[in-house]
T-cell receptor
């Protein structure tokens, strides 16, 4: 398997623009996660899906952030409008639904810079 | 509130020595604890998982202990090598399948 695939790997955008990050989880995985990593706050869980349904979005910082999972093989994280403080690495991850303690497989991340 | 603390932001050791990283937690009763490795510019990669009823787990040069009384996990790398230099993250799992809370990580540098 190719692992979790994220795009774009790097994005530089101007404040106020819409940003869309994309993720393809590992085939057969029932859970998908979006994390954000910064030096100040470490790795934070933004939202996670089970069988394409959002389960917990309590980590989404504000209404400018939204996430969708239209099918089992694709998810998006959208920021509209973007702000400089959104600059971070955004990771998508997936895991199997066999109970707690499952290994989480991370993508390589999308490096976002908002200027 | 739940809190996870990893002993220090950075740890420098000499090649061949044993590196020991600490993960402490409060206000949490994890069923599982995992350790991940993260290299610069890459996503975290799973290393080891230990369950709450296990005291110790080993994998090659890696050893993890889990003390639920002390609320602490220790992660050891024996015979360390420069290639072990990376950031190591601990993650705690509760009862929600797959939902993990991560510590901030400890950056290990092994000097030749």
């Amino acid at each position: 398997d190719a692992g979790v695939i994220q795009s774009p790997r790097h994005e530089v955008t101007e404040m106020g623009q819409e940003v869309t990050l994309r993720c393809k989880p590992i085939s057969g995985h029932d859970y998908l996660f979006w994390y954000r990593q910064t030096m100040m706050r470490g790795l934070e869980l933004l939202i996670y899906f089970n069988n394409n349904v959002p389960i917990d979005d309590s980590g989404m910082p504000e209404d400018r952030f939204s996430a969708k999972m239209p099918n089992a093989s694709f998810s998006t994280l959208k920021i509209q409008p973007s702000e400089p403080r959104d600059s971070a690495v955004y990771f998508c991850a997936s895991t199997l639904s066999r109970g707690a303690g499952n290994t989480i497989y991370f993508g390589e991340g999308s490096w976002l810079t908002v200027v | 509130s739940q809190k996870i603390e990893q002993n220090s932001e950075a740890l420098n050791i000499q090649e061949g020595k044993t590196a020991t990283l600490t993960c402490n937690y409060t206000n949490y009763s994890p069923a599982y604890l995992q350790w991940y490795r993260q290299d610069p510019g890459r996503g975290p990669v799973f290393l080891l998982l230990i369950r709450e009823n296990e005291k110790e787990k080993r994998k090659e040069r890696l050893k993890v202990t889990f003390d639920t009384t002390l609320k602490q996990s220790l992660f050891h790398i024996t015979a360390s090598q420069p290639a072990d230099s990376a950031t190591y993250l601990c993650a705690l799992d509760g009862t929600n399948a797959g939902k993990s809370t991560f510590g901030d990580g400890t950056t290990l540098t092994v000097k030749p």
